[in-house]
């Protein structure tokens, strides 16, 4: 026998079961074809200003900074100061998604280039797939368009987040990406990102930028 | 694969920890942090005991189906683009893994934080076989230097103290200039940093744990709060996936009901910062991102852990609050365990992995305080799993003689009320006299084993049986 019939015999023999009983197969079928939510905290379940206040206030607690702008047109003069007030090289690293490419970057002086980062970057863009109030997280997407290493190599990462793809829990920023990528199907990886890298694994101490970026700020775009 | 654990010497690593004051010093930070940590976020949160009640019933429920959850995400992983091997044991597991690390030409490999890569000794088997594993969480890292085991399951290093960290930087890490500033924890943080940066882009296969497996997507998630575990993930050109069976989730919902849990027991936050969501190799349109996706699915013992005694281990999120909260862990840290998993959950997991006639005395290493179940995130019973590992271990004449015939002894005044009662007044009344003065005894006939460390409180010189009838009869008069 494989391993696989091994294990999976040896789980049945446990349980008592054959692993044919059309009840249990079909108690199965229908969590995952319903996917039931479950007790979903009151916290998020606030709307408008509100909710994106929540989002701040639990993305500052994760020692993100945030900042709001009223266009997407504002989202490169809103960068460019940022690195200046902190002293950061004027250059951006950022992918291929459309939202971003289409702002403005003309308008600064910043060095921008495309693709994946390589390692060597030290500010980098992405464009969040949604974010959730509930916890201050931002939820990112793998693609051509916002490539995964931004979110990990560079020193200071700068997440964009559109004010409307803000939810209030996990649940219905998952209920988008169902249908954006259809019934169980994921792009490579989901990233729920929640303030900047840290460990505390030195005397349980927190420092932060471990392996990760050592900044996080979030754009929040209201329009 | 031959096990290495020093848990039947549980009684010499615990004495051995009581005596070492750089490990005393270093727990100190375990009682401090955790537990308050924890506390505040639980309070902070009002349907947190709703969401253990939640995790409970998701993890039970996964586990009656596991069978066919199993099919379901080994489907779904397949679809995605990946594969997956299952492994009846650590033996099966390392064989995958090399043989994966073979065909990918590996000459090293980055590691994020997984216990089942410590529970089958997977870095000793690719060294024996010329392949250089690297350890990428810093505790990791730190221990790995040091060919030590992890004494915490999320904070591995945590029975050291900086300056030891610093001196086995100061060791290794030789081509830095031996006069740098090494004096401040961030200092140690910043040239780890810089260290594996290297080991990231080098390596040509990242091996990772995994939070939970979801069998709706065919998705393993990682949660971590360094990135250590998405760097080891996202640049090598493979990505093995190695998890223990029980990992399961049905759904993507269900992981985020047990998300809520996780962070909150585990170290009080809200959320970690990176919770990762892997489905498959990087797909023909991405830029980046791993272009072999392997998933190594580890039995190891657990299917027989199903329907029997101890089959509420397996909802087990790996979280640590046990430990963090357990009065014994706090005296000799997670290395008197002798084996992988320490605290409460070790002292249950253990004897089911290795076999109670090795590590017996885990589940004797308890004052049965119950604080371990009152944190546990999916509600664990552990106190009454590590009492059916005593009755084992009972059963199986495993225990000492002397404390078999002790407890024949007490069974046979136990089996008769009367006499018990005559035999335990006399005693008390006798104890309470002799101690009357003092209020405790620095030595007693029989007793050394306590006397020797702490004295012994004198009874009162009434049974609690004949307190508890004489208080009854007042109320009732």
């Known amino acids: 026998m494989s391993a696989r019939d091994d294990v999976l015999a040896n789980i049945r023999r446990s349980l008592g079961v054959k692993g044919t009983e059309t009840i249990r197969r079909n108690i199965v079928a229908e ?193 | 694969m031959i096990v290495h654990t020093t848990s039947p010497q549980f009684k010499r690593n615990a004495a051995r920890a009581l005596a070492d004051t750089q490990l005393q010093k270093a727990l100190g930070n375990v009682k401090q942090g955790f537990i308050d940590k924890r506390r505040k976020a639980a309070e902070k949160l009002p349907e947190f005991e709703g969401l253990r009640d939640s995790a409970r019933d998701i993890k039970n429920h996964t586990l009656e189906h596991l069978d066919l959850y199993l099919e379901a995400y080994e489907a779904k992983v397949k679809a995605s683009g990946g594969h997956v091997h299952f492994a009846r044991n650590a033996d099966d597991a390392r064989d995958i893994i090399l043989s994966i690390c073979r065909e990918a030409g590996a000459k090293t490999v980055t590691k994020g934080k997984s216990m ?67 004096s401040q924890p961030v200092q140690l ?30 998705t393993s998630i990682i949660v971590t709060n360094e990135g250590n575990g998405d760097l080891t993930q996202v640049l090598p050109k493979t990505h093995i996936v190695l998890a223990s069976i029980e990992k399961l989730v049905p759904t993507l919902e269900d992981a985020s009901q047990i998300l809520r849990v996780l962070a909150r027991s585990a170290t009080g936050q809200e959320m970690s910062v990176y919770t990762t969501f892997s489905t498959g190799p990087r797909r023909a349109s991405d830029a980046d991102g791993p272009e072999n996706y392997h998933v190594v699915l580890l039995d190891n013992g657990r299917s027989a852990m199903l329907g029997s005694d101890f089959e509420e281990m397996l909802r087990c999120i790996r979280c640590g609050a046990c430990m963090n909260h357990c009065p014994v862990y706090h005296a000799v840290g997670g290395h008197a365990y002798g084996w992988v998993y320490p605290g409460p959950m070790g002292a249950v997991l253990t004897p089911s992995l290795i076999g109670v006639d090795k590590a017996g005395h885990l589940p004797n290493a308890t004052t049965f305080c119950g604080r371990c179940e009152s944190v546990c995130p999916v509600r664990i019973p552990l106190p009454k799993l590590m009492r059916h590992w005593r009755e084992r271990e009972f059963e199986r004449h495993l225990t000492p003689a002397t404390f078999r015939s002790g407890l024949a002894f007490w069974g046979f005044f136990a089996k008769r009320p009367a006499l018990y009662r005559l035999v335990t007044r006399a005693a008390m009344g006798a104890l309470g006299f002799a101690g009357r003065h003092r209020g405790r005894f620095k030595w007693l006939p029989l007793a050394k084993g306590w006397t020797k460390y702490r004295d012994f409180p004198a009874p009162q010189g009434e049974t609690f049986q004949a307190r508890w009838k004489r208080e009854r009869k007042g109320k009732a008069a």
């Open chain 1, 31 to 223: 969590r995952l074809e319903h996917a039931p939510k479950g007790l979903i905290p009151a916290r998020g379940q606030v709307s408008g200003e509100e909710r994106l206040a929540l989002f701040k206030t639990q993305a500052e607690a994760a020692l993100a900074t945030v900042t709001e702008v009223a266009s997407s047109a504002d989202v490169p003069l809103s960068i460019a100061l940022f690195l200046r007030s902190h002293n950061l090289p004027a250059s951006l690293r950022m992918g291929d998604d459309l939202r971003l490419k289409a702002m403005p970057w003309t308008e600064t002086a910043l060095d921008i280039s495309h693709g994946p980062s390589e390692g060597h970057d030290l500010n980098a863009v992405s464009h969040a797939f949604g974010g959730v109030a509930e916890t201050g997280s931002l939820v990112l997407v793998s693609g051509p368009e916002n490539p995964s290493t931004l979110n990990f190599l560079p020193d200071n990462h700068i997440i964009v987040v559109a004010a409307k793809d803000i939810a209030g829990d996990y649940e219905s920023v998952w209920n988008r990406v169902r249908f954006t990528f259809g019934k169980g199907g994921m792009p490579r990886t989901v990233n729920w990102i929640t303030g900047p890298s840290r460990s505390g694994d030195i005397e349980q101490t927190m420092l932060l930028g471990a392996h990760g970026p050592r900044r996080l700020h979030v754009v929040v775009v209201s329009e």
């Open chain 2, 116 to 182: 089942i890569a410590e529970e089958i000794e997977i870095n000793g088997h690719l060294q024996a076989n010329g392949i250089t594993p690297v350890e990428t969480d810093l505790g990791e890292y730190i221990i790995q230097l040091r060919n030590e085991l992890p004494s915490h399951i999320i904070a591995p290093a945590v029975h050291l103290n900086a300056t030891q960290v610093e001196q086995d930087f100061r060791r290794v890490h030789k081509d830095l200039d031996p006069k740098r500033d090494l």
């Open chain 2, 189 to 218: 943080l910043t040239e780890a940093r810089a260290v594996l940066r290297e080991r990231f882009f080098a390596a040509d296969v990242g091996i990772t744990g995994a939070n939970f497996l979801v069998a709706e997507t065919g």
